[in-house]
């Protein structure tokens, strides 16, 4: 199947961040994935809950090597719902950052993105917009990935999130 998206170019929400485009897939939705490291290079992060009154909104990383603060996810400004403004009612309550797991170190972290919307839908939508399709994924997932872990988590889930 010929994608009429284009990504060559990662989601927005992850210029902060050095990424690698490991895989994009096809089935009856489209996932695009991104392995996650600092700028500085390193791949151990601590990992926050980003909270606008007390309603899980975005996930912010902390560099374990350098200290670098900076948010993956906001899904007041982020995915579908984040990008036309669905949320934005959330914006005016107060933020609040609690780490994940206690604080653990998260390593060989992996961003992935889902579209459920049909492509040729998506890309109408987007161009209407003046938007691009790579940026109205419909849910978010933050994965760390145990291939390279000495102890393996089993792929666990750290954060999730549904954007549209």
């Known amino acids: ?5 284009d990504f060559d170019e990662a989601p927005r929400c992850l210029r902060p961040f050095a990424v690698h485009q490991m895989a994009t897939a096809y089935a009856d939705d489209i ?3 991104y392995t996650l490291a600092c700028t500085c290079g390193a791949r151990e992060f601590q990992v926050f809950d980003q909270r606008h009154d007390d309603q899980f909104s975005g ?11 900076a948010m993956l996810f906001d899904g007041t400004v982020d995915g579908y719902d984040g990008e036309f403004g669905h949320l934005d009612a959330m914006k005016a309550g107060a933020v609040t950052y609690t780490p994940v797991d206690d604080g653990a170190i998260f390593s060989m972290l992996i961003a992935v993105f889902t579209f459920n919307t049909d492509q040729g839908e998506l890309t109408d939508l987007a161009r209407d917009s003046g938007k691009r399709p790579i940026d109205l994924f419909d849910w978010f997932q933050l994965v760390e990935d145990d291939r390279d872990l000495p102890f393996p988590k ?3 889930t750290v954060w999730e999130f549904e954007c549209a």
Request: glycine share 14%; proline share 0%.
């Open 31 to 33: 996932f695009s994935s």
């Open 59 to 69: 996930v912010k990383l902390n560099c374990v090597t350098c200290g670098k603060e």
């Open 154 to 156: 089993g792929g666990d």
């Open 1 to 5: 199947m010929a994608s009429e998206f």
